[in-house]
């Protein structure tokens, strides 16, 4: 089974508007969390990840996420998306890596 | 630097044949991961290595082994494929086990069972 819940399969944005992509996860001990991304037929890039330390982390091409123990989420935001930001969106985690089944992102011009 | 190299890039295979897939990385990495990523399901591994000579199973192993001879490399067999095998094989590096280093992915294999 898997630990990490994404429980958006798709979200469509307008170009400019804000995004929020959810995640939720379900591991005992602080996990490690991470998000990727795959735009199409390529491999995932890394946008960024959490550890420890400042619940709000900073990734690549814009994006941030934040860690809430309370909600057990880790949701990924951009305050401004771009076309070219259309791609899948996976968000893992744990010690032996899994991923979630993805949010796939769709932007309107 | 290549990275991470797959092999091959798409392969159509009848049922019940036997086939290995090929990962080579070149980041000297100690970890090694195989998932297979389908619709709606998105990436599942299926095993993994924390450094050579060692091996674990991921959520999905039925059906696939792996093995760890050396750092470099970490091949992904199928002893007797089937339809439901179909999907496309990401193989994935990270420096050191555990979680904490960003994994690097390869372009992946597309392959067909029929």
């Known amino acids: 089974a898997q630990s990490v819940t994404q429980p958006d399969i798709h979200i469509t944005v307008s170009e400019g508007a804000s995004l929020e992509l959810r995640c939720n996860y379900s591991y005992g001990a602080t996990p490690y969390l991470f998000w990727y991304v795959q735009s199409p037929g390529q491999g995932l890039q890394l946008l960024l990840k959490y550890f420890s330390g400042d619940t709000l982390v900073q990734g690549i091409k814009g994006f941030e996420a934040e860690f809430k123990r309370s909600q057990s989420s880790f949701n990924l935001r951009k305050p401004s998306v771009h076309w070219s930001d259309a791609a899948e969106y996976f968000c893992?985690?744990?010690?032996?890596?899994?991923f979630g089944r993805g949010t796939s992102l769709i932007v309107h011009p | 630097i290549a990275g991470i190299t797959q092999a091959p890039t798409s392969q159509i295979l009848a049922a019940g044949r036997r086939m290995t897939l090929r990962c080579t990385q070149d980041?000297?990495?100690?970890?090694m991961y195989w998932y297979r990523q389908d619709l709606g399901l998105g990436l599942r591994l299926i095993h993994y290595s924390n450094t050579a000579g060692t091996t674990g199973k991921g959520e999905v192993p039925d059906g696939y082994s792996v093995s760890r001879a050396n750092t470099d490399d970490f091949p992904l067999t199928l002893a007797s494929a089937v339809p439901s095998q179909t999907s496309v094989y990401f193989c994935?590096?990270?420096?050191?086990?555990?979680?904490?280093?960003?994994?690097?992915f390869g372009p992946g294999t597309r392959l067909t069972v029929l």
């Open positions: 980041m000297r990495h100690n970890a």
């Open positions: 994935a590096s990270s420096d050191t086990a555990g979680g904490a280093d960003t994994q690097y």
């Open positions: 893992g985690g744990s010690y032996i890596p899994t």
